[in-house]
């Protein structure tokens, strides 16, 4: 079975402070994004990556910064967590769209509130 | 820019009955899409995907179609059951090389016993 795994279900953390989300999936997908999950807007990607130590904006990528130092491992970086940053995160990983196999297989989500 | 749109944030359905989930998108270049489903306080999973290439793609209930002049697809499922009961997302991508997924804003559909 494929398995994503978020570090924590539930964060909270201070304005100002440097927060780190980790993800890691056990498929050697190639594929890993950060997506934000809120009320009315759906899933927005924040950041994608199609290869260790690369790297591509999303929709909304201000005020985060990603890491992927290993391909099973993608990190989301808050710089400075600000109260609009609250919300649900979710990780997925995935083989290329043009493989025989293209769904994204998503963590269980971690809920950050920032105060 | 929307490029991926679910103008109907919810559906109620009876039980038995058949559940059309809409989805239109204005990108050309998307040539993938997917449909994935969302129960609370759990990641989307997928349900089922259909290429650019077929108009429609079939997996036991779940009918997707596609009509690419129009950008626009559908989800059916038949016949709905309460457990069908979640959040549908669809989402769009181009298999070209541009790996980026983008998704729609949901629709909770409520399948009524």
């Known amino acids: 079975d494929v398995k994503v795994t978020q570090s924590s279900r539930y964060l909270v953390k201070r304005t100002g402070e440097k927060v780190f989300l980790e993800c890691v999936q056990d498929?050697?997908?190639?594929?890993m994004f950060w997506y934000r999950q809120d009320p009315g807007l759906g899933l927005r990607l924040i950041y994608f990556s199609y290869d260790v130590k690369m790297k591509e904006k999303g929709d909304i990528p201000e005020g985060y910064s990603v890491s992927r130092e290993k391909k099973e491992r993608f990190s989301l970086i808050l710089e400075s967590a600000s109260t609009n940053q609250t919300s649900m995160y979710l990780c997925a990983s995935s083989f290329p769209l043009r493989a025989p196999r293209t769904e994204a297989f998503f963590g269980q989500g971690t809920r950050l509130t920032v105060v | 820019d929307q490029q991926v749109k679910q103008n109907s944030p919810s559906l109620s359905v009876q039980e038995g009955r058949i559940s059309i989930l809409n989805c239109d998108y204005t990108?050309?270049?998307?040539?993938?899409f997917l449909w994935y489903k969302k129960y609370p306080a759990e990641g989307p999973t997928f349900l089922i995907s259909i290429s650019s290439i077929k108009d429609k793609n079939e997996d036991g209930r779940f009918t997707v179609f596609l009509n690419k002049s129009a950008k626009h697809l559908s989800l059916h499922i038949v016949p709905s059951q309460p457990g069908d009961s979640a959040v549908y997302f669809c989402?769009?991508?181009?298999?070209?090389?541009?790996?980026?997924?983008?998704f729609g804003t949901g629709t909770k559909l409520q399948v009524i016993p």
């Open positions: 498929m050697d997908h190639e594929n």
């Open positions: 990108n050309s270049m998307f040539d993938y």
């Open positions: 989402a769009a991508g181009a298999a070209g090389g541009y790996q980026k997924v983008t």
